[in-house]
C-alpha cells in the first residue's frame, strides 16, 4: 500500500472510534502536559533563584570567618571563628593587594534595641563603611548613605531599613530623627529602599551605621574588633577567580597561615550559592518530571492497550484485507501509523495543554513557569514515539494473524 | 438456472471424451490411502496439452497437528481447473471442502504435493508471496460478504487495488467500472448498511472483479441471501463465467451448484465424484 492510503486508513480508523481514540489521547495528552509543566516549574524556579542570587549584589564574593584549630591543635571553640577584621577588609580595599576588587564592605553585626521617643524596636545593627550600598546592590529611598568621611571621623548616623523605619517612626519620615543605641544617640540620614527578604533574612530590617561607629561606642567584646563578613565586588564577572585567588592570598598571609587547607575564612562567590540552590533545584524537577514520564508511560500503555483492542476487534478486517491480498508488512505499517497518530495527536495536545497551564499556573503560585522551544519539540517527538513503540507489538499481532482464522472469526 | 452453462458444457463434453453415459467421471486421482477410486490418467488426454489449466493440483495432501494426533483435511486431491471453467465444489461440513478452498485461494500451503495456479507453483511460496499472488490472481466472494462498514460501496471495491499500489485516480475509475459490471452504478457512494444483502453481495463481487484475477472464487455466495437475491447472484457469476471468467464455486447445496458445468464432489479428504451438468 502505498503511504498517502496507509496514513489516510490510519486516520480513518481513528476518526472511526472516536471517543475511544479520544480517551486514548487524552492518556498521552496528560502525560505530555505534565512533562512540560514540571519542566517549565523548574526552570522557572531556577531562573528565580538566580535572579534572586544576583540580586545579592553583583559580582560578589563574600568572606566569613570559619572555624579554626589553633597552633596547639586545639580546635577553637565559640567566638573563635572572629578572626576577620577591619584591618582584614581595609587590606583587600587596597588596589595594590586586590586589584581586580572594585569595593569592600566588611560588616559587623549584633541585635540590640533600638529607642525613638516613646517607641522601640530590637533589630540587628549592622556596621559597615562607605560602599556598603553599592556592594550590596541596594537603592534609598530617602536621604542618603553615610560618606567615606562620616565613617573615618566614626559619625553617629545611622540608616534605616523600611520595616525598621515604620516601626519606630510610623508613617513619618525618620530622616533627622534621632534613634538611641546604647545610650549613643544616632542621627538618621537615610532609608533604603525594600528589597524582601533573602532567605531567612528580612533585608528592610536594620540599621547600617559606619563601622567605626560601631567599634568605638556600639559594640563591646569580639563584635568590637571582628567583623562577621567581608562582601567584596570584583570588577567584572570574568575578574570574579582573580578576585578570589587575590583575597585568599591575602588572608591567608595576614592570618599567618601556611596551609590553604587551614584557612580560618571561607570565601563563597554568588556562583556557588548559585550552583547549589540551582542543584537543588534540578533535583526537584528531576523528580517531578520523573513522575510525569510515569505518568506517560500509563499513557503509553494505554495506546497499546487500545491498539491491542482495536486488533482484537477488526480481526476480520485484518482477515479480509490479508485475503485481499495484503502482506504483513502493509498491515503492521498500518496500526503503526494508527498508533503513531494517536501519539502525535496526544504530543500536539499536550503541547497545547501545557501551553495553556503556563497561562494559568501563575495566577495559582508565585513561580513563573517557563517553556522552551525544545522542550516541546522534544515533547511531540516523544509522544510520537511513545505511538511506535507501543504499537509495535500490537502491529504484529496483526501481521502475524492468519487470514483463515481471522476470516473464519466471529 | 443451469441453462446459462449450456456452452461450458458441451466444451466440458468434448473434452472430456471418457465421460460415462451418467455424467459422473472419476477422472481424479484421490485414493491414496484406501484405493477407493478408480485411478485415471488425465495426462493420457491429449487436448489438456493444449489447454492452460488454471488450477492444476497433483495428490495435495494438508495435515493438520492440533495435538499429538494428525488430522488429514486433504488426502490426495488431484483436480484441473481450465481457463473459462464455471466448476462448483459440493462437500458436507468437515469433508475438506473448507481446507480445499483455502488453499485453492492461497490462504494455505499444502503439505505435501503441487498447485500450480495460472502456471505458477504456489504450493511453498512465502506468506509475502501468497499475498501478493492473492491480490493479483484470485478474486473473493465470500458467505458474509466481508466489506468494511466504514467505507463506502466505491472504497470497498478499490481496497485491492490500494494493495496493487495502483494510483488514486485509476483506482476510483476502475472500482466504479467494477461496479457497473454488477449492475450497482446508482450506489456507489453507499455504505454496506444502507445495502440489501445482494447488493453487498454484488460490492463483494465487483470487489472480486476489479483486479481482473484469473479465477474468481465464491464461498458460500448464496449462504445468507433470500432465494430472489441468490438467484441474482447465480444469474451474475454465470454472466462472468460466459463472458470467460473462470469461476470456483464452494456450496453445499445442489441447487447452487447446479449453474456450474461442472460439479466435484468431496468427502473425507478426497474427491469423490465429478460431474458435468446436463
Same mark, same amino acid.
Given at each position: ?92 580595599? +587596597? ?98 529602599? +525594600? ?14 551605621? $559606619? ?156 513561580? $513563573? ?42 | ?39 485415471? #490418467? ?5 487436448? @489438456? ?14 495435515? =493438520? ?13 488431484? @483436480?484441473?481447473? #481450465? ?28 503439505? %505435501? *504435493?503441487?498447485?500450480?495456479?495460472? *502456471?505458477? #507453483? ?12 492473492? /491480490? ?26 490500494? =494493495? ?21 452504478? &446508482? ?6 448498511? &444502507?445495502?440489501?444483502? !445482494? ?15 484469473? @479465477? ?6 448464496? !449462504? /445468507? @441471501?433470500?432465494?430472489? %437475491? ?12 460466459? %463472458? ?24 473425507? !479428504? ?9
Amino acid at each position: 500500500m502505498r503511504w498517502r492510503d496507509t496514513f489516510r486508513s490510519g486516520f480513518e480508523a481513528i476518526l472511526g472510534h472516536g471517543l475511544r481514540s479520544l480517551l486514548t489521547i487524552l492518556g498521552i495528552m496528560i502525560g505530555i502536559a505534565a512533562v512540560i509543566l514540571t519542566v517549565g516549574l523548574g526552570q522557572g524556579a531556577q531562573s528565580t533563584v538566580n535572579s534572586a542570587i544576583s540580586a545579592l549584589g553583583s559580582n560578589l564574593l563574600v568572606v566569613t570567618p570559619g572555624s579554626t584549630t589553633g597552633s596547639g591543635g586545639v580546635r577553637g571553640g565559640f567566638g573563635s571563628a572572629s578572626t576577620l577584621t577591619l584591618a582584614d577588609a581595609n587590606a583587600l580595599g +587596597s588596589k595594590r593587594v586586590a586589584p581586580n576588587v572594585i569595593a569592600v564592605a566588611p560588616q559587623a553585626e549584633t541585635v540590640e534595641v533600638l529607642t525613638a521617643g516613646s517607641s522601640n524596636w530590637t533589630t540587628s545593627v549592622v556596621g559597615s563603611t562607605a560602599s556598603w550600598a553599592e556592594v550590596r546592590d541596594r537603592q534609598l529611598q530617602e536621604g542618603g548613605f553615610f560618606t567615606r568621611q562620616q565613617v573615618s571621623g566614626a559619625d553617629d548616623v545611622a540608616v534605616l531599613g523600611s520595616t525598621t523605619a515604620s516601626e519606630l517612626f510610623g508613617a513619618k519620615s525618620p530622616i533627622d530623627q534621632t534613634v538611641t543605641v546604647n545610650g549613643v544617640v544616632l542621627t538618621v540620614i537615610g532609608e533604603l529602599t +525594600s528589597a524582601g527578604s533573602s532567605g531567612s533574612t528580612n533585608l528592610d530590617d536594620m540599621a547600617i551605621v $559606619p563601622i567605626t561607629t560601631t567599634q568605638q561606642q556600639l559594640f563591646t567584646g569580639t563584635f568590637a574588633t571582628s567583623v562577621s563578613t567581608i562582601y567584596c565586588e570584583a570588577n567584572s564577572s570574568s575578574g570574579l577567580s582573580g578576585a578570589y585567588q587575590e583575597i585568599d592570598d591575602e588572608l591567608l598571609a595576614a592570618h599567618h597561615i601556611a596551609q590553604p587547607s587551614e584557612a580560618d575564612f571561607t570565601i563563597t562567590s554568588q556562583t556557588t550559592i548559585a550552583s547549589t540552590a540551582n542543584s537543588v533545584n534540578r533535583t526537584l524537577t528531576d523528580l517531578l518530571a520523573g513522575i510525569a514520564g510515569i505518568s506517560l508511560l500509563v499513557g503509553g500503555i494505554g495506546v497499546m492497550n487500545i491498539m491491542l483492542v482495536s486488533v482484537t476487534e477488526r480481526v476480520r478486517e485484518i482477515g479480509l484485507r490479508k485475503a485481499l491480498g495484503a502482506p504483513p508488512t502493509d498491515i503492521r505499517r498500518q496500526f503503526l501509523v494508527e498508533a503513531s497518530s494517536l501519539g502525535l495527536l496526544g504530543g500536539i495536545g499536550g503541547v497545547l495543554a501545557g501551553l495553556l497551564g503556563t497561562v494559568i499556573l501563575p495566577h495559582l503560585q508565585s513561580n $513563573p513557569v517557563t517553556i522552551s522551544p525544545l522542550a516541546t519539540a522534544v515533547a511531540i517527538v516523544v509522544a510520537i514515539a511513545i505511538g511506535l513503540v507501543f504499537g509495535v507489538y500490537p502491529a504484529t499481532r496483526a501481521a502475524r494473524l492468519s487470514p483463515i482464522d481471522a476470516l473464519r472469526s466471529e | 438456472m443451469a441453462a446459462g452453462s449450456a456452452d461450458s458444457v458441451a466444451v466440458d463434453l468434448a473434452v472430456d471424451d471418457m465421460s460415462e453415459p451418467t455424467g459422473r467421471v472419476p477422472r481424479v486421482e484421490g485414493g491414496e490411502p484406501t484405493g477407493r477410486i478408480p485411478r485415471v #490418467d488425465v495426462d493420457g488426454d491429449p487436448t @489438456l496439452a493444449v489447454r492452460s489449466p488454471v488450477i492444476d493440483m497433483k495428490h495435495l495432501w494438508k495435515t =493438520y497437528r492440533p495435538g499429538s494426533l494428525a488430522v488429514h483435511a486433504l488426502r490426495g486431491v488431484t @483436480l484441473n481447473v #481450465d481457463r473459462g471453467e464455471f466448476v462448483a465444489v459440493m462437500g458436507p461440513s468437515g469433508s475438506g471442502k473448507s481446507t480445499l478452498m483455502h488453499i485453492m485461494g492461497c490462504l494455505d500451503i499444502p503439505t %505435501s *504435493g503441487t498447485y500450480e495456479l495460472s *502456471g505458477e #507453483d504456489v504450493s511453498e511460496m512465502s506468506e509475502n508471496s501468497l499475498a501478493h499472488i492473492r /491480490n493479483r490472481e484470485i478474486g473473493f466472494v465470500f458467505q458474509q460478504y466481508n466489506l468494511l462498514p466504514r467505507l463506502t460501496a466505491w472504497r470497498n471495491v478499490e481496497l485491492p487495488l490500494m =494493495y496493487a499500489r495502483v494510483p488514486a485516480p485509476e483506482r476510483r475509475r476502475r472500482a466504479l467500472a467494477s461496479l457497473q459490471q454488477v449492475g450497482l452504478a &446508482e450506489r456507489v457512494d453507499h455504505r454496506p448498511t &444502507e445495502l440489501s444483502g !445482494g447488493q453487498q453481495q454484488r460490492v463483494a463481487l465487483a470487489r472480486a472483479l476489479v483486479t481482473n484475477p484469473a @479465477l474468481l472464487l465464491a464461498d458460500e455466495p448464496t !449462504g /445468507n @441471501l433470500d432465494t430472489a %437475491s441468490a438467484l441474482e447472484i447465480l444469474g451474475l457469476l454465470q454472466d462472468l463465467h460466459r %463472458s470467460g471468467r473462470t469461476v470456483v464455486l464452494i456450496t453445499h447445496e445442489p441447487d447452487v451448484a447446479a449453474v456450474a458445468g461442472r460439479v466435484l464432489r468431496i468427502r473425507d !479428504g478426497q474427491i469423490d465424484s465429478e460431474e458435468v451438468a446436463a
